[in-house]
T-cell receptor, first 111, second 114 residues
Framework: RKEVEQDPGPFNVPEGATVAFNCTYS??????FFWYRQDCRKEPKLLMS???SGNEDGRFTAQLNRASQYISLLIRDSKLSDSATYLC????????????FGDGTTLTVKP | DAGVIQSPRHEVTEMGQEVTLRCKPI?????LFWYRQTMMRGLELLIY????????DSGMPEDRFSAKMPNASFSTLKIQPSEPRDSAVYFC????????????FGPGTRLTVT
């Protein structure tokens, strides 16, 4: 079993739709969680950190469920520019300094 | 700040040649990471450094790969000899500190070995 698993996708949605991605992690002692975005042929970039109380940034909402060991990303009113691959990232305490990346979920928003 | 800088951006070489990839992390960041990304294997961590010291190189594919960080502002990843299966995008990333902080990626080096 992978340490971090994501919905493989791809997700194809129309503009304006709401879409949600989930990511599960195996180590209950995991400490920090992030969502990154990667555009085609570009480097991954931080989209948002995920806090225990949940957090929102405009149309994006991230939530953490420690009991079930998953994090989620909700995108509301999706735009064409949201088309990208979204990577779930978990920092594991035994790997001081290292992050474990999920394989990513590809989103395509269509007109 | 200029962000993480990588060079070259593209490299095309013949099998058997030596390839050296370069990275300048963000000033003040204590951690530096080298990743490789392919369609088949996704994003793989090769090696990472803390304060210029290699911490975990378990992701380095084989002895043909080596990485150094002679000072806080420079790191190299060397492949000698290169093989076609080494073709990938190689990313360098840095972070302020371990565990809590996010990583910042460079633009990557697209390596093609023919």
């Amino acid at each position: 079993r992978k340490e971090v698993e994501q919905d493989p996708g791809p997700f194809n949605v129309p503009e304006g739709a709401t879409v949600a991605f989930n990511c599960t992690y195996s180590n209950s002692a995991s400490q920090s969680f992030f969502w990154y975005r990667q555009d085609c042929r570009k480097e991954p970039k931080l989209l948002m950190s995920v806090y225990s109380s949940g957090n929102e940034d405009g149309r994006f909402t991230a939530q953490l469920n420690r009991a079930s060991q998953y994090i989620s990303l909700l995108i509301r009113d999706s735009k064409l520019s949201d088309s990208a691959t979204y990577l779930c990232v978990v920092n594991l305490p035994r790997d001081a300094g290292k992050s474990t990346f999920g394989d990513g979920t590809t989103l395509t928003v269509k007109p | 700040d200029a962000g993480v800088i990588q060079s070259p951006r593209h490299e095309v070489t013949e099998m058997g040649q030596e390839v050296t990839l370069r990275c300048k992390p963000i000033s003040g960041h204590d951690y530096l990471f080298w990743y490789r990304q392919t369609m088949m294997r996704g994003l793989e961590l090769l090696i990472y450094f803390n304060n210029n010291v290699p911490i975990d190189d378990s992701g380095m594919p084989e002895d043909r790969f080596s990485a150094k960080m002679p000072n806080a502002s420079f790191s190299t990843l060397k492949i000698q000899p290169s093989e076609p299966r080494d073709s990938a995008v190689y990313f360098c990333a840095s972070s302020l500190a371990g565990g809590v902080y996010e990583q910042y990626f460079g633009p990557g080096t697209r390596l093609t070995v023919t």
